[in-house]
């Protein structure tokens, strides 16, 4: 496995970090690359953290709650603390999704393209609240 295959195309690494800057920041290669091979690594070692705990109990899955403990254990908690939180928001938001879902007979194709915005937007307030646990981390 090359190391462009492990780790997390740059060109998302540098759409997130235009996303934070300000819009007339520049971003050097450099830094794309740097921040593409730390990001890579942190994901890498609380999924590994998470793994692990998953094969003790026998599992198969890594879940969202798999994480969270992983953050946890590695002494991470601002990301624990906002990991945590978006969980119970997902979790409420899909709790409304399957109610309203139950009740509606709308096509097929027009729930999945509900459920991939859903998740499009699900991943956006991720990165959010993460963003919101790392910089309180560093005060």
Same mark, same amino acid.
């Given at each position: 496995?090359?190391?462009? &295959?492990?780790? $997390? %195309? #740059? @060109?998302? +690494?540098?759409?997130?970090?235009? /996303?934070? $800057? %300000?819009?007339? @920041?520049?971003?050097?290669?450099?830094?794309? /690359?740097?921040? /593409?091979?730390?990001?890579?690594?942190? #994901?890498?070692?609380?999924?590994?953290? @998470?793994?692990?705990?998953?094969?003790?109990?026998?599992?198969?899955?890594?879940? *969202?709650?798999? #994480?969270?403990?992983?953050?946890?254990?590695? *002494? $991470?908690?601002?990301? @624990?603390?906002?990991? *945590?939180?978006? $969980?119970?928001?997902?979790?409420?938001?899909?709790?409304?999704?399957?109610?309203? !879902?139950?009740?509606?007979? &709308?096509?097929?194709?027009?729930?999945?393209? !509900?459920?991939?915005?859903? +998740?499009? !937007? /699900?991943?956006?307030?991720? #990165?959010?609240? +993460?963003?919101?646990?790392?910089?309180?981390?560093?005060?």
């Amino acid at each position: 496995m090359t190391d462009e &295959d492990r780790l $997390l %195309p #740059i @060109a998302n +690494v540098g759409r997130l970090m235009k /996303q934070i $800057l %300000p819009s007339n @920041a520049k971003i050097s290669k450099e830094a794309k /690359q740097t921040v /593409q091979e730390c990001a890579t690594e942190f #994901i890498s070692f609380v999924t590994c953290e @998470a793994s692990e705990k998953c094969h003790r109990e026998n599992r198969k899955t890594v879940n *969202g709650d798999d #994480i969270w403990w992983a953050l946890s254990t590695l *002494g $991470l908690d601002n990301y @624990a603390d906002a990991v *945590g939180r978006h $969980l119970h928001k997902y979790r409420e938001a899909e709790r409304e999704r399957t109610e309203h !879902n139950k009740g509606s007979n &709308d096509s097929g194709n027009e729930k999945e393209t !509900n459920t991939r915005s859903d +998740v499009q !937007n /699900q991943s956006t307030k991720f #990165i959010r609240v +993460v963003e919101k646990g790392s910089s309180s981390s560093a005060r």
